[in-house]
């Protein structure tokens, strides 16, 4: 009778991994593990299963089938009897993910009141400086006769820009512009 070696699986001595890099690595790995091992557990079997997962200093990662909110829902929700041997255990994890997604909602909820904030301040002062550029240009809307010195040159200045550009607008587009006429060239 030969004697034959098996191997089995190694025990592995339970301690924490102190190298940050090997943590995370090893991390990753089991927690996909045991992803596939809930999921695999939901197929054949039909439960719900909702796995929450609080890695140190990070983002919590869950897992659910058929879907983490819905399973914590209706484990944490009304018609949820209170579980008699364990109080307050399982609440207090589901507590903590629902914390986390609050902290994450309330940043986003304050952002975006500041950036609201922020675009009412700059629509009043737009309106406001609309306002005041409106009543510096209402002396052009009243009759020439009315007009200032200073009103009446800055008129001119004008017009005679306009008619400057015209005249450069007419020569892009081929036609000449020759005492007062316009002509085809």
Not at 51 to 69: E, Q, R
Not at 83 to 107: E, H, W
Not at 119 to 138: D, R, T, V
Not at 143 to 157: C, D, Q, W
Request: aromatic share 8%; glycine share 8%.
């Amino acid at each position: 009778m030969s004697t034959r070696l098996i191997k089995g699986r190694k025990s592995v001595h339970l301690a924490k991994i102190e190298n940050q890099n090997n943590r995370q690595v090893t991390f990753s790995k089991r927690r996909n593990g045991v992803f596939k091992k809930a999921n695999e557990l939901a197929v054949m079997t039909g439960a719900e299963v909702g796995i929450i997962v609080f890695p140190p200093g990070n983002k919590p990662y869950s897992f659910g089938h058929p879907n983490v909110h819905e399973t914590i829902d209706k484990y944490v929700g009304e018609e949820r009897p209170p579980s008699p041997s364990s109080p307050g255990i399982d609440d207090k994890y589901v507590q903590m993910f629902r914390k986390a997604n609050c902290m994450t909602l309330n940043t986003q909820l304050n952002t975006l009141k500041d950036q609201l904030y922020l675009s009412l301040n700059l629509k009043s002062k737009l309106k406001e400086k609309n306002k005041n550029l409106e009543s510096q240009q209402e002396w052009f809307r009243g009759p020439i006769e009315k007009m200032n010195y200073t009103e009446a040159s800055m008129l001119k200045e004008g017009l005679e820009d306009l008619l400057l550009k015209v005249k450069n607008y007419g020569t892009e587009c081929g036609f000449g512009y020759e005492n007062g006429k316009w002509k085809a060239e």
